[in-house]
């Protein structure tokens, strides 16, 4: 198996508060690894230091071998080749869909207009937008937002998803349609770090899971035995609460 | 917010009151306004001076005579306005995003930036047109204009840049942290994601009150009057005025202004309200 990414050692602070305590990741090309842990214990921040939108204190950050870390890197060509979705999805609000799916392609990637928009659409038909090609973000439900900010991602054909809690900001009702598309990207062998709070989908889709705790990897292993058979009892602490409000 | 945009069509000093009071409300504001705007009148007619007053600012033959000479110079003043404008909003918007720059690297981009707009926002603007409509041309600098005008444009251009650019620089600052980290992450770089994600949004949020200042330079343009020496509407009225001993052409002048000035600013009201109930109506982010 080729590896997709590699954290190593990782460190970082947001001024005295140390969030990232020290983490080792190392994820394979076409696995999908699910990052579990209550809010503050670094997931975000994790994810965000992977894309390279937060500067690591310590440690470094490798993209398919390659070290992305550091200042003698070009790290808008290394944020090019990672996607991330966000929590409140950020869609473009003076945008159209359309555009917002081709901005990254054409001007980041130098695509000709009509070779992004055709990538876009082709997308949007996929995942069933193609109609709302057209309209503007503030026109479409959280689950379709949510939908279309994935999709602009994937317009830059990324070798790593990263998935920040893409389901928090949603209605029960449209938690559905969004996993859908996460389920089939999972299928078509996308490799995908997710920061999630659905135990469920988490334990269906994971190859493995990482429990993160206090700024430190807890505990990893495949779903079922992180699930099942928890060794530390901080992720069995974790995972009672969980159950005890009825998310697991 | 539905409310707001019917009301907001027309005055809605008139419109708040009817939904408020009623049409019995209307009647007796209609009427109050009727016995205090007539007992003003009536006093100002009946005092002492009036008779002075009337003759040397509201003249009738003196409008008559003077108002076309007038409203042929104010269309100067249309022109140094619109001229202006465009190097205003340019220059402006320059300084903002040199004032956004973040990191130590653009550290002297950032100074210099805001020395200038701490610099023209600190000297009253007619000083700057006196300085530099009188001053350049008096150094007599080869391949540099000697005309007053040109100088005169020039320094309205370079004070109004500094109140615009503190204009421009609310609405960037407005636009919400999540929008670059999104534009950066599709690989976009810094300034790409100024280009098509933050300051188009930036412009859009502050196009009301860039509209005020559109106001107010419409009116300075008649600061340009000092310097000059092809008269604009000012000038023109200053000039009559001296001939004929007599204010009227000044007020004269004043019409023309408040002619172009009252719909603009009906027009900002307007475009603001909009805005308003926009971003309380719909907007997830």
Known sequence: ?248 | MTELEPTSRRSRLVGDLFRREGAKGVAVALLSTAVVLFAIGWLVVHSKNWPAVKDSFFNAQEFRDSFPDIAQKFVRNIEYFLIGEVFILSLALFLAVLRSLPGPVFFPLRALAITYVDLFRGIPTILVIYILGFGVPSLGLRGVPVSATFWGLVGLVLSYSAYVSEVYRAGIESVHPSQVGSARSLGLTRLQALRFVIVPQAVRRVIPPLLNDFVALQKDTALVAFVVAVPEAFKEAQIIQNADFNFTPLVAAALLFLLITVPLTRLVDWLSARERGRRQGGAVL
Not at chain 1, 9 to 19: A, D, I, N, P
Not at chain 1, 149 to 168: C, G, K, V, Y
Not at chain 1, 173 to 191: Q, Y
């Open chain 1, 1 to 248: 198996m080729t590896e997709a990414v590699r954290v190593e050692g990782v460190h970082k602070s947001f001024g005295k508060l140390e969030v990232l305590k020290g983490v080792d990741l190392s994820l394979a090309e076409h696995e999908v690894i699910c990052l579990i842990g209550a809010s503050g214990s670094g997931k975000s921040t994790l994810l965000r230091c992977i894309d390279l939108l937060e500067p690591v204190d310590s440690g470094r950050i490798l993209l398919n071998g390659e070290q992305i870390t550091g200042d003698a890197v070009d790290q808008n060509r290394a944020r090019r080749r990672m996607g991330i979705v966000f929590q409140a999805f950020n869609l473009f609000p003076h945008m159209t869909v359309l555009r917002n799916v081709t901005l990254g392609p054409s001007e980041a990637l130098d695509l000709p207009r009509r070779q992004a928009e055709a990538r876009a659409l082709e997308l949007l038909e996929r995942f069933g937008l193609a109609d709302k090609r057209d309209d503007y973000p503030d026109r479409l439900s959280g689950g379709q937002q949510q939908r279309v900010a994935i999709i602009r991602s994937l317009a830059m054909q990324p070798a790593l998803l990263l998935l920040d809690e893409i389901t928090s900001a949603l209605d029960p009702e449209l938690i559905g349609e969004v996993l859908e598309v996460i389920r089939e990207l999972a299928a078509a062998g996308m490799t995908m770090l997710i920061a999630t709070h659905e135990m469920g989908f988490a334990r269906d889709i994971a190859h493995r899971v990482c429990f993160l705790d206090a700024g430190r990897i807890v505990e990893e292993g495949p779903p079922d035995q992180i699930f099942a058979q928890p060794q530390s009892p901080r992720t069995k602490q974790f995972l009672q609460r969980i159950i005890e409000a009825g998310r697991l």
